[in-house]
């Protein structure tokens, strides 16, 4: 158990509205990141974080944005959700290393 | 654009045989090879990581890498039911730090009991 947790962990929303999903870890992990997986495109890298205050963007990072003010706390928000942004969300973390560990996910639907 | 590749499945195999698990990358720089499980509707777990050529044991799992031929493997013997999951190979990014992974899309193993 990495210690790692993510709310909510099912939402749905309509279309236009802005959505915020939390990580939250509680093993001091330097680095988190955030990615999505979809049927046929496998886990894609959105954004990520080094450091408190610390991001930059990953392959598929358009629509999203992420705040990292705390070492515990990695907030992706999507400012308009849109039909495409249908996805099970996972956030990762990891202790300056290449190993990453999954939280649980959060399936969210856009209609 | 770094690409993992492996075979999507589903690769089926009785109880108590061995399952082979291939992937390869295109980053030649890549130093960190990963398997994650994944059952379905969980998250990926990590189960084995490797890092110099040749085979790594653990357990009933076995990795195998050869960085000339950019390949990695992952070997499970006495497959059993509980292993049936999608097995995802996952590749350190070279080009940059912060300690990022480039994923496969997974390969589908059932185990027939």
């Known amino acids: 158990d990495a210690g790692i947790t993510q709310s909510p962990r099912h939402k749905v929303t309509e279309t236009g509205t802005p959505v915020t999903l939390r990580c939250h870890q509680t093993?001091?992990?330097?680095?988190m990141y955030w990615y999505r997986q979809d049927p046929g495109h496998g886990l894609r890298l959105i954004h990520y974080?080094?450091?408190?205050?610390?991001?930059d963007k990953g392959e598929v990072s358009d629509g999203y944005s992420v705040s990292r003010s705390k070492t515990e706390d990695f907030l992706l928000t999507l400012e308009s959700a849109t039909s495409s942004q249908t996805s099970v969300y996972f956030c990762?973390?990891?202790?300056?290393?290449?190993?990453?560990?999954f939280g649980p996910g959060t399936r969210l639907t856009v209609t | 654009q770094k690409e993992v590749e492996q075979n999507s499945g589903p690769l089926s195999v009785p109880e108590g045989a061995i399952a082979s698990l291939n992937c390869t990358y295109s980053?030649?720089?890549?130093?960190?090879f990963f398997w994650y499980r994944q059952y379905s509707g969980k998250s990926p777990e990590l189960i084995m990581s490797?890092?110099?050529?040749g085979d790594k044991e653990d357990g009933r799992f076995t990795a195998q890498l050869n960085k000339a031929s950019q390949y990695v493997s992952l070997l499970i013997r006495d497959s059993q039911p509980s292993d049936s999951a999608t097995y995802l190979c996952a590749v350190n990014d070279s080009g940059g730090s912060n300690y990022k992974l480039t994923f496969g899309k997974g390969t589908l193993l059932t185990v027939n009991p």
């Open positions: 974080s080094y450091g408190v205050k610390d991001t």
């Open positions: 980053d030649r720089g890549s130093q960190s």
């Open positions: 490797i890092y110099s050529n």
């Open positions: 093993e001091n992990h330097r680095y």
């Open positions: 990762a973390a990891s202790q300056g290393s290449y190993e990453q560990y």
